[in-house]
T-cell receptor
């Protein structure tokens, strides 16, 4: 089955700096890679996703890159703000009916003012 | 639009008592449904997933069970809670790959 690793487990950056979180996956058949942000005590919410036919996707200060050959994908947050502080989860799944998600263990991001 | 409802939001139960958490989805049919558990400060552990009525797959052996009596209803149960069952339980549904989470239930077993 699929296995997703995520690094680092914790990350502290100064406000305005960039943050990068990296994930690797094991199943080469996985073709959908979402990122979730979970604020303290709340549900995870999708912030950006990428499918295997795309190498990079950007949405304002957030971008995700995918390297299918190396089986890794990364989340990039630029110009970080205190409200970016949260736990971020990557996931990998087969974009087919009946397939479940495998989440990474999460990264706790702290943006210091 | 699709919405997912999960209740209760918080629950305190004594050891040995039963558990029933309910999750319903609106605005979609035949969704994939999931139950996850999140221990304090930890990641998301998949407990059960279901691709249809009465079809349940268990990911880890445990003290919990799940049922899907209706297409858009997913129930997490236990006959006798253990202290180790404490955690944050999240229901989710997915379609075309994307997953959406319920608000979560914070369960404390005392």
């Amino acid at each position: 089955g699929e296995n997703v690793e995520q690094h680092p487990s914790t990350l502290s950056v100064q406000e305005g700096d960039s943050a990068v979180i990296k994930c690797t996956y094991s199943d080469s058949a996985s073709n959908y890679f979402p990122w979730y942000k979970q604020e303290l005590g709340k549900r995870p919410q999708l912030i950006i996703d990428i499918r295997s036919n795309v190498g990079e996707k950007k949405d304002q200060r957030i971008a995700v890159t995918l390297n299918k050959t190396a089986k890794h994908f990364s989340l990039h947050i630029t110009e970080t703000q205190p409200e970016d502080s949260a736990v971020y989860f990557c996931a990998a799944s087969l974009d087919n009916y009946g397939q479940n998600f495998v989440f990474g263990p999460g990264t706790r991001l702290s943006v210091l003012p | 639009s699709q919405t997912i409802h999960q209740w209760p939001a918080t629950l305190v139960q004594p050891v040995g008592s039963p558990l029933s958490l309910e999750c319903t989805v609106e605005g979609t049919s035949n969704p994939n449904l999931y139950w996850y558990r999140q221990a304090a400060g930890r990641g998301l552990q998949l407990l059960f997933y279901s691709v249809g009525i009465g079809q349940i797959s268990s990911e880890v052996p445990q003290n919990l069970s799940a049922s899907r009596p209706q297409d858009r209803q997913f129930i997490l149960s236990s006959k006798k809670l253990l202290l180790s069952d404490s955690g944050f339980y999240l229901c989710a549904w997915s379609s075309a790959g994307e997953a959406f989470f319920g608000q979560g239930t914070r369960l404390t077993v005392v």
